[in-house]
């Protein structure tokens, strides 16, 4: 069975800092989703990594994914108080009878503070 | 507009007494699914549907019913609720299984059973 786990689940940062959300999974799979959720809104896709070794950056925020250690880094570089929300990485089930399942980890609260 | 929308957005209702949560999709998408997200636990797969006609359980599917007449509706029925169930749920959908593409959520309806 695919297991998600994500760390930290809470990160309270200074503006101005970097951090890293990390997401660990326990099956093969060669593809991860990151979203984002406002709290009280719905969840929005950020990024979609494909393959081994891809990495994807937007803003102040990059993704990358090693498909062989099953790890995902959510890179928060200089934190603003906009990027206070909840992050969730999500990875599909490769095989068996739940194939193309999406499996989620618990979820990071971010807080970015002054 | 390209959209998941899921109505109500917001229920209490009473122990026992059945409901519908509504769910459409306007962008011919194949792959339809239920999650509730409850705090510290991520979001968990209710119910998914590869098709028209075509449904499974996910990882929580006790006490929840879905139907997939059309393409685009995929409606959670909870035949007794109960207190348990109180959540926040989504709906999503893609065009094909998640492991070929991201899943689109809708806004969520928050659910509350007293």
């Known amino acids: 069975e695919l297991k998600v786990e994500q760390n930290p689940l809470f990160l309270s940062m200074q503006e101005g800092k970097n951090y890293t959300i990390y997401c660990n999974y326990s099956?093969?799979?060669?593809?991860l989703y990151w979203y984002r959720q406002d709290p009280g809104k719905s969840l929005e896709s950020l990024f979609v990594?494909?393959?081994?070794?891809a990495v994807k950056q937007e803003g102040r925020l990059m993704a990358s994914l090693d498909t062989k250690a099953r790890l995902s880094t959510l890179h928060i570089t200089a934190a603003v108080h906009d990027l206070s929300a909840t992050y969730f990485c999500a990875v599909p089930n490769a095989g068996g009878t739940s194939y193309g399942k999406l499996t989620f980890g618990q979820g990071t609260i971010l807080t970015v503070h002054p | 507009e390209a959209q998941v929308t899921q109505n109500p957005r917001y229920l209490i209702t009473v122990t026992g007494k059945k409901l519908t949560v509504t769910c459409s999709q306007n962008?011919?998408?194949?792959?339809m699914s239920w999650y509730r997200q409850d705090p510290g636990l991520g979001l968990r797969q209710i119910y998914y549907?590869?098709?028209?006609?075509?449904?499974d359980k996910g990882d929580v599917p006790e006490g929840y019913k879905v139907s997939r007449k059309e393409k685009r509706n995929f409606p959670l029925i909870l035949e007794s609720p109960s207190p348990n169930q109180t959540s926040l749920y989504f709906c999503?959908?893609?065009?094909?299984?998640?492991?070929?593409?991201?899943?689109?959520f809708g806004q969520g309806t928050r659910l509350t059973v007293v």
């Open positions: 990594l494909l393959s081994n070794g």
């Open positions: 099956t093969t799979s060669d593809r």
């Open positions: 549907s590869m098709n028209v006609e075509v449904t």
């Open positions: 962008m011919n998408h194949e792959y």
């Open positions: 999503a959908s893609s065009w094909g299984s998640f492991m070929n593409t991201e899943a689109f």
